[in-house]
């Protein structure tokens, strides 16, 4: 796929992204993610997700999910109120590439790396000199993505440990990413996997 093959698949989160340069960067770390992240399951195992996020492009369907959560509920003045606009900007972008680098950095490994938050809070930090956004918004985002797993950091397979989410944004993106997760929440999306949202008709 090319960089904007991969960009059109996002289309939609990219617009829940209102600063200019923030969308540029979005756009540049998700147009230079794997091929693989844009056509495989969002689970190797099938046990950790709902059907919705089974089968082919159902890892960019997690992706729009958690990133569908995160847009409607940071647009309620109540749960946003803590964060900034471009807060906001940077949650979208720590969930749109949180899972990128899922099954490895190259070609598709055959079981999910563990350590893959850590694999693309570096990706994020490694591209820093491509990117518009300061180190703190860099920190930010890598943070946040290193710690999505939430209270699940830690496999008896693995000795890596990874951090636990202790900021409000890295606690709001791992929150995003467990509703995106939880099997007895379903979302509709159509042909080109988009979320199906009524109330905008």
Not at 70 to 88: C, H
């Amino acid at each position: 796929m090319t960089s904007e093959e991969k960009i059109k698949v996002f289309v939609n989160e990219f617009l829940y992204i209102k600063d200019d340069d923030l969308r540029s960067d979005a756009k540049y770390l998700v147009g230079n993610l794997p091929d693989y992240f844009f056509v495989v399951d969002a689970s190797s195992t099938g046990k950790y997700h709902p059907k919705y996020a089974q089968g082919e492009q159902g890892l960019t369907r997690h992706v729009k999910s958690a990133c569908k959560f995160a847009y409607e509920m940071l647009s309620n003045p109540i749960i946003g109120k803590p964060y900034t606009d471009r807060d906001k900007d940077l949650i979208i972008i720590a969930l749109l590439i949180h899972d990128g680098l899922k099954y490895g950095k190259g070609e598709k490994e055959k079981y999910t790396r563990f350590d893959h938050p850590l694999l693309a809070s570096n990706y994020v930090k490694e591209n820093k000199d491509n990117l518009k956004m300061n180190e703190e918004d860099i920190e930010k985002v890598a943070s946040a993505v290193a710690s999505h797993m939430g209270p699940w950091n830690t496999n008896p397979y693995s000795d890596v440990v990874l951090p636990i989410p202790r900021l409000p944004m890295e606690k709001f993106v791992h929150m995003c990413d467990y509703l995106a997760s939880r099997r007895f929440i379903n979302l509709d999306f159509d042909e080109n996997s988009n979320v199906i949202d009524e109330s905008k008709n």
